[in-house]
């Protein structure tokens, strides 16, 4: 079941150039929505404002080389492998999202594209992909939403109540939830039903973008990208230098550490990590 292309049967009913035209109005909709997103919250101004800010207050020119070095870095370290996300289960779940989300959209695109009908067979390795993907982003998604959601988690709020900031979470897992059940339903009323639930939902998905969290795909490595420029230019986004207070040349520039945080200061236990946030 896994290895059908759930599109080619969809073509006897609803004609290829259909389908393409839908995809290319998600991408239409998708690049007006980011763009529209930082027009309405002036975030590209924002990012190139401080960015100029933080030349200004740079201690050290960063040469093109490093700047090379620190993009590619950005890339195999923060978006590669999500690695922000200090919490390693929140951190696997967004790489079972993120991996999920792209392997079901490049094998929709290949599907509709390349093999739209019966006729046209797609190897069976890309219609089990494309299930895989959705499969993923659920396990991911469901994961995030019942168990790892700061506001649940950590604040008590109620596991159902819904905010506008849901609204890419909830749209990404309501498109492959009714995928898949769609993709194993097809042919019957209930598929018909499962796959008019799928539409309304990737419409929803990517044509909310202005009002959803889909563009930070696009802001977060800009913004890691320039978080790593100001750790090596100096500027450090004008936050007190990282000290290594058992430096006696640190110790000599604070006189009075000791007599606040001990001689030993370094070690002052786990901090916020001594026991998990969730007092409420
Ligand atoms: C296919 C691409 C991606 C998908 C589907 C995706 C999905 C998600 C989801 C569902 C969340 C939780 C949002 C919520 O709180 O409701 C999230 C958060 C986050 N994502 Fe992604 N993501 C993608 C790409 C990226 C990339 C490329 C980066 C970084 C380079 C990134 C960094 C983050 C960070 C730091 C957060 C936590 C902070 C926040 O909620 O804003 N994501 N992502």
Redesign the pocket.
């Known amino acids: 079941m896994f290895t059908t292309n759930p599109f080619a049967e969809l073509s006897a009913t609803i004609p290829e150039y259909a389908m393409q035209a839908y995809v290319i109005a998600m991408v239409f909709l998708v690049v007006g929505g980011t763009i529209l997103d930082m027009l309405h919250k002036k975030s590209a101004q924002y990012f190139f404002e401080n960015a100029k800010k933080a030349e200004k207050e740079a201690k050290r020119q960063v040469s093109g080389g490093e700047k090379m070095s620190l993009a590619i870095k950005t890339v195999t370290s ?2 590669i492998t ?1 690695s ?2 200090a919490n390693p289960i929140r951190r696997m779940s ?1 790489l079972l ?2 991996y999920g ?2 392997i079901f959209c490049a094998t929709t695109a290949i599907l509709i594209f390349m093999f739209p009908t019966p006729e046209a067979a797609a190897p069976e390795m890309v219609s089990m992909l494309w299930h895989i993907g959705a499969i993923m982003l659920c396990v991911g ?1 469901y994961w ?1 939403w019942f168990f790892i ?1 700061v506001d649940v988690y950590s604040e008590g709020v109620s596991l159902f109540k819904l905010v506008r ?2 609204l ?2 909830v749209s ?1 897992l309501a498109t492959c939830t009714f995928a898949l059940v769609w993709s194993n339903t097809q042919g019957s009323d209930l598929g018909w039903l499962m796959f008019g639930l799928f539409i309304m939902s990737s419409t929803i998905l990517f044509g909310g973008v202005l009002w959803s ?1 889909f563009a ?2 696009f802001f ?2 800009a913004a ?1 990208y320039q978080k790593r420029i100001t750790k090596a230019d100096g500027s450090a986004e004008n936050l007190p230098a990282d000290f290594d207070l058992t430096d006696p040349a640190v110790q000599a520039q604070f006189p009075d550490i000791p007599q606040y945080m001990g001689k030993n200061p370094a070690n002052m236990g786990l901090g916020i990590k001594r026991e998990r946030p969730n007092h409420y």
Do not use: T, Y
């Open positions: 923060e978006v999500s922000e996300f967004h999202i993120m989300f792209i998604g995030f959601r900031a849901d890419f979470i990404l969290k930070h795909m977060k490595p890691a």
